[in-house]
C-alpha cells in the first residue's frame, strides 16, 4: 500500500521561498506518477506539478513555472517553491496514481493522497 505524508508548510513573506516534502513508502515499480495539489479556499483543487516514475520526467502548470521545482529523492518528493505570491497561499497535497505513470491535473484520477498542509504567503 502506496502512503504519503506531506511536511514544511509554514507562513512566509511574499518573495520568499519554501521547501515543502512528501514522504513516500509502498512503491514497488516504477509505474506511478506523483503531483502536488494545492487548494485555496472556495476553490477547485489545482494540479501544480508532477513527476512520472517512468524516467523522472516533471511537468508544471502555467501558474507556478520558473518558480517552483519538483524532485525526488531518498523516498520523499520535494516541492521548492520560490518566488512566492499571496496567491499561493492554499493547502498542498501530494497524490499518486500508483496505476499509470502519465502525469495529468485531473484529481479524481488519483487513488492514493497525503493529509495536506498549509502554506501561507503574507503581503
Known amino acids: 500500500e502506496v502512503q504519503l505524508a506531506e511536511s514544511g508548510g509554514a507562513l512566509v513573506q511574499t518573495g520568499g521561498s519554501l521547501r515543502l516534502s512528501c514522504a513516500v513508502s509502498?512503491?514497488?515499480?516504477?509505474?506511478?506518477?506523483i503531483t502536488w495539489f494545492r487548494q485555496a479556499p472556495g476553490m477547485e483543487r489545482e494540479g501544480i506539478s508532477c513527476?512520472?516514475?517512468?524516467?523522472?520526467s516533471t511537468s508544471y502548470a502555467d501558474s507556478v513555472k520558473g518558480r517552483f521545482a519538483m524532485s525526488f529523492a531518498n523516498a520523499k518528493v520535494y516541492l521548492q517553491m520560490n518566488s512566492l505570491k499571496p496567491e499561493d497561499t492554499a493547502i498542498y497535497y501530494c497524490?499518486?496514481?500508483?496505476?499509470?505513470?502519465?502525469?495529468?491535473?485531473?484529481?479524481?484520477?488519483?487513488?492514493?493522497w497525503g493529509q495536506g498542509t498549509q502554506v501561507t504567503v503574507s503581503t
Open positions: 497524490a499518486a496514481i500508483t496505476y499509470g505513470s502519465a502525469c495529468h491535473w485531473i484529481a479524481v484520477g488519483y487513488d492514493t
Open positions: 513527476i512520472s516514475g517512468a524516467d523522472g
Open positions: 509502498g512503491l514497488t515499480s516504477k509505474n506511478y506518477a
